[in-house]
C-alpha cells in the first residue's frame, strides 16, 4: 500500500470532535483533516471552534464549526442533525469534550460533581444517542471517546473526574456490545498527562508552576508529558479501517504512567 493510500483513509468522511477547538480536540481535527476528513468542530468556545475550522479550510480542508454545549440534549441533536444535513451521513464521532474539577471526595460540592457528570459523562452519552439513529440508517460509523486513565486507576484529589472518565469507559463498552451487529464500532481513548490548555490552566493557578510542571513530568517513565497530536495519532487509528477488528476496547497512551 502507498504512503498516500495510508495517509488519505478519512477521505470525504464526515468527522464530529466535541472540544474541538482547542488541545486534544484540535489536534484530532487537524489530522482528520489532514487524512481528507470532513470536519464539524464543536466546541462551546465559539471563538476556539472557528479558529480551528478556519485553519483547516485555509489549509484546502472543508470544516465547519459549531458552538454548543455538549451536556445540553438540545445542542447536540442541533449539530450532529445539522452535520448530516450539510454532508447527508456522520461518519466518525469523537466525543472528546471534558473537564477536570480538583477535589477529594468530601470536598466536592454537589454543582461541581454535578458538572463533570454533565460535561464528561452526559456530553458522550447524548453524542452518541444522536449520532447512533443516523449511523444505523446509513449502515454504519464508528464512535470514539475520550475517556482517560483516570477512569481506568484511582488518580488522587480527583474524585468526579475519576467517576465521570470511568463511567465514560463503561459506556463505551455497552454501546461497543450493542451495536456490534450493525456495524458501528466504538472504542476508548485512555490518555495520561498531555500538555494542553487544560493542564496550562491548572498550572497557572500553581504557586510555582515551573516546579509543579517538572513534577508532573518526572512522573512519567518516559520523563516528560504526552503531545496532543499524539493522542490524536491514536483515535485515527481506533477510527480508521486499519481498526476494523476492535471495538469496546481502551487504548492507554500514558507514557507508561500506569504500567508501574
Known amino acids: 500500500m502507498s504512503a498516500v493510500a495510508i495517509n488519505r483513509r478519512f477521505v470525504d468522511r464526515v468527522v464530529l470532535i466535541t472540544g474541538g477547538g482547542s488541545g486534544i480536540g484540535e489536534a484530532m481535527a487537524l489530522a482528520f483533516s489532514h487524512e481528507g476528513g470532513r470536519i464539524v468542530v464543536v466546541d462551546r468556545d465559539a471563538e476556539g471552534a472557528s479558529r480551528v475550522a478556519s485553519s483547516i479550510v485555509a489549509s484546502g480542508g472543508l470544516a465547519v464549526a459549531e458552538t454548543a454545549d455538549v451536556a445540553l440534549s438540545s445542542d447536540m441533536k442541533r449539530v450532529i442533525d ?47 444517542k444522536y449520532a447512533i439513529p443516523h449511523m444505523l440508517r446509513q449502515g454504519g460509523g464508528v464512535i470514539c471517546n475520550t475517556s482517560s486513565v483516570a477512569g481506568q486507576v484511582g488518580v488522587l484529589n480527583r474524585a468526579a473526574y475519576c467517576s465521570a472518565k470511568a463511567g465514560v469507559l463503561g459506556l463505551t463498552k455497552s454501546i461497543a456490545i450493542d451495536y456490534a451487529g450493525h456495524n458501528i464500532r466504538c472504542n476508548a481513548l485512555l490518555p495520561g498527562t498531555v500538555d494542553s490548555p487544560w493542564i496550562g490552566k491548572v498550572l497557572a493557578q500553581q504557586t510555582d508552576p515551573v ?33 476494523s477488528y476492535a471495538t469496546g476496547t481502551g487504548l492507554v497512551i500514558d507514557g507508561g504512567l500506569t504500567a508501574r
Open 82 to 128: 445539522g452535520a448530516v444535513e450539510r454532508w447527508g451521513r456522520i461518519d466518525v464521532l469523537c466525543n472528546n469534550a471534558g473537564i477536570g474539577i480538583a477535589a477529594v471526595c468530601h470536598e466536592t460540592s454537589e454543582s461541581d460533581w454535578d458538572l463533570t457528570m454533565a460535561i464528561d459523562l452526559k456530553g458522550v452519552f447524548l453524542g452518541c
Open 211 to 243: 516546579g509543579e510542571r517538572a513534577r508532573m513530568e518526572a512522573r512519567q517513565p518516559v520523563g516528560r508529558m504526552g503531545r496532543p497530536e499524539e493522542i490524536a495519532q491514536a483515535a485515527l487509528y481506533l477510527c480508521s479501517d486499519d481498526a
